[in-house]
């Protein structure tokens, strides 16, 4: 079963947050959205899991007791304890007695928390409340896990536990879409879409965007401000026509040039459209 949006918009008064979009999400795949603040990858996020109406389109997503979804909020009770944020989303699904003892300590173990479950959530790092909204949202094993920004603000060694989660999800079978801010994340994920101001730029693994990508993008002292942006200390510059100066040091370009060089196809004036 693959789940998804087809055709998707939604608008906010005056503000399009997804404009057509259509997005696959297979079983036993990860899929990652990228995009830059407001390019609408929390709307499409809480589409799929109808909490945000389409003005038009269609929504491919199972009903709520098969649908995990880990909002970009903590996604836990800071007043219970880890064990008691657990049971209670159990509870919510009808899981009880055996089956979610064996449940809550089958989750416990694999986020790392055991040692914790005891703990207030308030009393949580980042890190661990991220896991454990994470051990929320798959208690009940859903078809489709939703998870809006699972990883933002968390620390690395938790950054690579939570991934741990999220591709063991997918590889028993759980289709799995994410957004996420880190690229690292993306060029991982099966399948990755880059939205911007809600409209897909490149889409596809990330070889495939990478092959699909358009253009140069060069390294040094940029000519044309408006097409460059920082990189470290340097600064690279986007040019749509491969047209760069004959003497430019050409760069190739990773996820965060290939993300950064479309959008200011899609913004800047004389740019190619996308
Ligand atoms: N409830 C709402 N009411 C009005 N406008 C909204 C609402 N939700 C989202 N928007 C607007 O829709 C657009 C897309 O927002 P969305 O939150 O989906 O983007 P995002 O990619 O998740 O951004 P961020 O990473 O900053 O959260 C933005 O312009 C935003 O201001």
């Not at 009770?77 to 300590?105: K, M, P």
């Not at 994410?178 to 693994?205: C, K, P």
């Not at 430019?248 to 060089?261: H, K, Q």
Request: include cysteine; charge should be negative.
């Amino acid at each position: 079963m693959t789940f998804g949006v087809n055709n998707a918009t939604v608008t906010f008064g005056g503000v399009t947050a997804l404009d057509d979009v259509t997005v696959d999400v297979p079983a036993r795949t990860v899929v990652a959205l990228v995009g830059g603040d407001g390019a609408g990858k929390t709307t499409l996020l809480r589409a799929l899991v109808r909490e945000v109406a389409l003005d038009s389109g269609e929504v491919r997503a199972p009903d709520k007791p098969c649908l995990g979804f880990l909002p970009a909020s903590s996604g836990s009770w800071a007043s219970l304890t880890v064990a008691q944020n657990i049971d209670f989303a159990g509870g919510v699904y009808g899981l009880t007695g055996d089956a979610l003892d064996t449940r809550r300590s089958e989750l416990l173990g694999a986020a790392d928390l055991t040692d914790a479950a005891d703990r207030l959530a308030s009393q949580l790092s980042g890190g661990m409340r991220r896991k454990l909204g994470f051990c929320m949202a798959i208690v009940h094993q859903p078809d489709l896990l939703v998870l809006d920004e699972p990883s933002t603000g968390v620390d690395p060694v938790s950054r690579i536990d939570l991934w741990r989660l999220i591709a063991s999800a997918a590889a028993g079978g759980t289709a799995v879409i994410m957004s996420t801010t880190y690229l690292d994340e993306a060029e991982r994920a099966g399948q990755l879409h880059v939205l911007d101001a809600g409209h897909i730029l490149t889409e596809g693994t990330y070889q495939q965007v990478r092959d699909h990508f358009d253009g140069t993008v060069t390294r040094g002292t940029p000519s044309r401000p408006e097409w460059s942006w920082r990189r470290g200390h340097h600064r690279h510059e986007y040019w749509p026509d491969n047209d760069p100066p004959p003497t430019a040091e050409v760069v190739d370009p990773d996820l965060e040039d290939i993300v950064i060089a479309l959008s200011l196809a899609r913004t800047t004036p004389a740019g190619t459209p996308t």
